[in-house]
């Protein structure tokens, strides 16, 4: 690498000095009594006049000042070349590697691992940090978006089924567990999994479609947008969780893209005709949720499922203590539930009433 630059150096420095001949021969050129004759009768003066030789001077001069540039750049190149070549010391390589250490941005997430941020963009990633001052490890969520369930909630709450509508939904969500407990039967962990990929399902596709509303009819959401993402998100962390726990198998993994697909848009279409329908189906669906915890918890608590530790981002998603096992994470997801029961029923009611969900305020950050 040195040789090619000492190279380029010798071909720049031999183009300024050809550059420098040239001027010097225009200069003597200039002085030339015939030249200068002929000059004023062939109407040359103007490119001969005492100004072009000024402006000659200067650029030999500005020549000159670009050699010396040339040279201070490589010879800058080779001493930062040589002293990158060079061995540390041992005295300081600890240092240096705890500085390049420090100054790398830490994660835990294996999706972020090894990825090299482009800084074209000027965009910096934010160092969050615990509250005992240590480095957040998630970039998936912020300490912000934790919370505490509020775990007094009223498990026991069910909307009793009255009108064609309500009672559609009940049996709908009633004929759809069937096949769930046929498959996973008393596998509670796998069970929450794929409960909890469609779980996530309605929010997102009541959020978009709010989303979109309110961008052609140029109207608020009333926060009902907000509302339903967070309760997307929070499922989408339920599931986050439990993947953790339930290693899903290749036919579990096939199962969960067919029935997302299919429920996606059922539920997407179902949303679009009766939104009333759609959240009261969802109402019906956190019910059964509640069921399957309480049962998942009384089957840790017999000793049929074994109560491993809490993982790691459910002990800083829902702030719960260090030495956290997995019955204490059921408890907080079983309360998640039953908030997003009670969002559900609330949205299904305001429809149930003729009403739009922007006349009623959002319970944003209910969960």
Same mark, same amino acid.
């Given at each position: 690498?040195?040789?090619?630059?000492?190279?380029?150096?010798?071909?720049?420095?031999?183009?300024?000095?050809?550059?420098?001949?040239?001027?010097?021969?225009?200069? /003597?050129?200039?002085?030339?009594?015939?030249?200068?004759?002929?000059?004023?009768?062939?109407?040359?003066?103007?490119?001969?006049?005492?100004?072009?030789?000024?402006?000659?001077? /200067?650029?030999? /001069?500005?020549?000159?000042?670009?050699?010396?540039?040339?040279?201070?750049?490589?010879?800058?190149?080779?001493?930062?070349?040589?002293?990158?070549?060079?061995?540390?010391?041992?005295?300081?390589?600890?240092?240096?590697?705890?500085?390049?250490?420090?100054?790398?941005?830490?994660?835990?997430?294996?999706?972020?691992?090894?990825?090299?941020?482009?800084?074209?963009? $000027?965009?910096?990633?934010?160092?969050?940090?615990?509250?005992?001052?240590?480095?957040?490890?998630?970039?998936?969520?912020?300490?912000?978006?934790?919370?505490?369930?509020?775990?007094?909630?009223?498990?026991?709450?069910?909307?009793?089924?009255?009108?064609?509508?309500?009672?559609?939904?009940?049996?709908?969500?009633?004929?759809?567990?069937?096949?769930?407990?046929?498959?996973?039967?008393?596998?509670?962990?796998?069970?929450?999994?794929?409960?909890?990929?469609?779980?996530?399902?309605?929010?997102?596709? $009541?959020?978009?479609?709010?989303?979109?509303?309110?961008?052609?009819?140029?109207?608020?959401? $009333?926060?009902?947008?907000?509302?339903?993402?967070?309760?997307?998100?929070?499922?989408?962390?339920?599931?986050?969780?439990?993947?953790?726990?339930?290693?899903?198998?290749?036919?579990?993994?096939?199962?969960?893209?067919?029935?997302?697909?299919?429920?996606?848009?059922?539920?997407?279409?179902?949303?679009?005709?009766?939104? /009333?329908?759609?959240?009261?189906?969802?109402?019906?669906?956190?019910?059964?949720?509640?069921?399957?915890?309480?049962?998942?918890?009384?089957?840790?608590?017999?000793?049929?499922?074994?109560?491993?530790?809490?993982?790691?981002?459910?002990?800083?998603?829902?702030?719960?203590?260090?030495?956290?096992?997995?019955?204490?994470?059921?408890?907080?997801?079983?309360?998640?539930?039953?908030?997003?029961?009670?969002?559900?029923?609330?949205?299904?009611?305001?429809?149930?009433? $003729?009403?739009?969900?922007?006349?009623?305020?959002?319970?944003?950050?209910?969960?």
């Amino acid at each position: 690498m040195v040789r090619i630059q000492i190279a380029h150096l010798l071909h720049r420095v031999s183009f300024a000095a050809r550059g420098q001949r040239v001027t010097d021969a225009g200069s /003597r050129m200039m002085m030339h009594p015939w030249l200068a004759k002929s000059s004023s009768s062939d109407g040359l003066d103007l490119a001969f006049s005492p100004g072009y030789s000024v402006m000659a001077v /200067r650029s030999d /001069r500005l020549l000159g000042f670009a050699g010396v540039q040339i040279w201070r750049s490589v010879a800058n190149s080779i001493r930062l070349e040589s002293t990158a070549a060079m061995p540390v010391p041992e005295d300081n390589k600890h240092q240096t590697l705890e500085k390049r250490a420090s100054e790398k941005p830490q994660s835990t997430d294996p999706n972020q691992a090894d990825v090299a941020a482009s800084q074209y963009w $000027g965009i910096v990633g934010k160092s969050n940090l615990r509250e005992d001052g240590t480095v957040w490890p998630w970039n998936c969520f912020k300490p912000t978006e934790t919370h505490v369930s509020d775990i007094t909630i009223d498990l026991a709450k069910h909307h009793k089924p009255e009108s064609f509508v309500d009672k559609f939904a009940f049996w709908t969500v009633k004929l759809l567990r069937i096949p769930t407990d046929i498959f996973f039967q008393k596998r509670y962990g796998c069970r929450a999994m794929m409960l909890e990929t469609v779980a996530a399902v309605p929010g997102m596709v $009541g959020g978009m479609l709010l989303h979109l509303k309110s961008l052609r009819r140029f109207e608020h959401s $009333g926060g009902w947008i907000k509302a339903l993402m967070e309760e997307a998100e929070n499922e989408r962390m339920h599931l986050m969780t439990f993947m953790e726990v339930a290693k899903p198998v290749w036919y579990e993994r096939a199962l969960v893209i067919t029935v997302q697909g299919i429920f996606f848009n059922a539920y997407f279409l179902l949303y679009i005709l009766s939104p /009333r329908l759609a959240h009261r189906i969802v109402g019906y669906l956190e019910e059964e949720a509640i069921y399957s915890y309480t049962e998942y918890l009384k089957e840790i608590d017999k000793g049929h499922l074994p109560n491993v530790p809490a993982p790691a981002i459910a002990i800083d998603y829902w702030r719960l203590p260090k030495d956290s096992k997995i019955r204490d994470v059921v408890i907080v997801v079983r309360a998640d539930e039953a908030h997003h029961r009670d969002v559900n029923h609330f949205a299904a009611d305001i429809k149930e009433q $003729g009403k739009e969900l922007r006349e009623a305020p959002a319970p944003v950050g209910y969960h």
